[in-house]
C-alpha cells in the first residue's frame, strides 16, 4: 500500500475556494478503483494549510490518479493558481 501526505498553503483569502476544490477532488478520487482513503485536512489555527493523507493500492494506482482528469483539472489547473503545493512525500505502511 503507498500513503501520499501533501501539504498545501491557500492564497491569503482563498481558504473557503481552496477548501471547496479539495471537497471535489475528493469526492471523485474516492471512486478510483485503486483509492483507499483520501482525507482532506485544514488546520485549526492556521486555515490556509491543509495536508492531504491518501492511500493507494500501489503505484500504479497512485498514477492512474495523477492522470485522472479530476486531477489534471483540480490539482494541477484550478489548486496552483490559488494556492502552494509546500509538500508531497510517499510512505509505505509498517505491518
Known amino acids: 500500500m503507498i500513503v ?5 498553503l491557500a492564497n ?3 481558504e473557503e475556494k481552496v ?6 477532488l475528493a469526492t471523485a478520487s474516492r471512486k478510483e478503483p ?3 482513503m483520501y ?4 488546520h485549526i489555527d492556521n486555515p490556509r494549510r491543509f495536508i492531504l493523507y491518501e492511500h493507494y493500492t500501489d503505484m ?3 498514477q492512474a490518479h495523477r492522470d485522472s482528469p479530476h ?3 483540480y490539482g494541477m489547473q484550478e489548486l496552483p493558481e490559488i494556492a502552494k503545493r509546500i509538500e ?3 510512505y509505505r505502511i509498517v505491518e
Open 4 to 8: 501520499l501526505v501533501v501539504q498545501w
Open 12 to 14: 491569503m483569502g482563498e
Open 19 to 24: 477548501k471547496s476544490i479539495f471537497q471535489n
Open 34 to 36: 485503486g483509492c483507499l
Open 39 to 42: 482525507l482532506v485536512n485544514q
Open 60 to 62: 500504479p494506482a497512485l
Open 71 to 73: 486531477f489534471q483539472t
Open 88 to 90: 508531497g512525500e510517499l
